[in-house]
């Protein structure tokens, strides 16, 4: 299911035609509008429903652009709807008592966000900002309530994505726990790796490195300790910058760093 519309700051999507966006209230509407293309069979949460289901989320369903470091969702805010990034990046952060953010994780094209707070009937646990420029599509509550509760293949999804999030947070404070900083920040590396799926034997990557400073937050060290270890795994061959991604050269290596031999 395609859908050609004009965006700016929100939108809904119509039916058949393309339409002018109304405009959100957390940003000015820039003067120029753009056309977006929202294929819904391409969201992997979306991409098995039926047609008529299909109808029934392109009717609901709300655009919204944000611009970089703007905030998407708000710790305490609402649970009123399911989220999904269509472009850009985002970073689900938390704050502490002192009023640093602690990055939690990266959010990339295709994930969604902002279901546990929909499913508890609860208040966002986390804030999430845009770390690009970004598209978000909102799916409001009762739509996405009938989604999981009528759609099994929605529901076999979020309770695979539910497990793997569980093992996600185990690994990550498993990560927070280790004291050397070099160590913990290869352990993320190592974490963050994906190999490549259309690219069979080639080595794995981090897609969308985060900044050195975000990276930081996230494994609550400094952003110069950072640097000096990508650095060093750079010089040693065992990992290579690629515009905004990392290529782990040598992914044997970089696991022999994270168990200290």
């Not at 966002?124 to 309530?145: G, I, K, N, Y």
């Not at 190592?190 to 050195?212: F, I, S, Y």
Request: include cysteine; aromatic fraction near 4%.
């Amino acid at each position: 299911e395609e859908i050609c519309m004009a965006s700016s700051k929100e939108a809904t999507i119509p039916d058949n035609i393309p339409t002018a966006v109304q405009p959100g209230a957390a940003a000015p509407v820039p003067d120029e509008q753009r056309q977006v293309q929202i294929h819904l069979r391409k969201i992997p949460l979306l991409a098995d429903l039926n047609d008529e289901e299909i109808i029934r989320v392109k009717s609901e369903l709300r655009i919204r652009q944000y611009n970089k470091r703007e905030i998407v969702l708000q710790k305490g805010g609402s649970g009123d709807g399911l989220l999904f990034l269509l472009s850009g990046q985002l970073q689900v952060i938390d704050i502490t008592e002192d009023g640093r953010a602690i990055g939690l994780r990266m959010l990339a094209p295709g994930d969604f966000f902002g279901e546990i707070a929909l499913i508890n009937n609860s208040t966002r646990s986390a804030s999430v900002v845009a770390m690009t420029e970004v598209l978000v599509a909102f799916l409001p509550a009762p739509t996405a309530m009938h989604l999981f509760s009528h759609s099994p293949s929605v529901a076999n999804q979020m309770l695979r994505h539910l497990a793997q999030k569980i093992q996600r947070d185990s690994e990550f404070r498993a990560l927070l726990a280790i004291n050397n900083t070099a160590k913990r920040i290869y352990t993320y590396l190592v974490l963050m790796q994906r190999k490549p799926v259309d690219q069979p034997g080639a080595p794995p990557v981090v897609e969308n490195l985060p900044t050195h400073q975000d990276i930081a937050n996230m494994i609550n060290t400094s952003r110069e300790t950072v640097t000096r270890a990508l650095l060093t795994l750079v010089q040693q061959g065992i990992v290579q910058k690629d515009s905004h991604r990392l290529i782990i050269v040598k992914p044997d290596a970089l696991q022999k760093l994270v168990q200290g031999s």
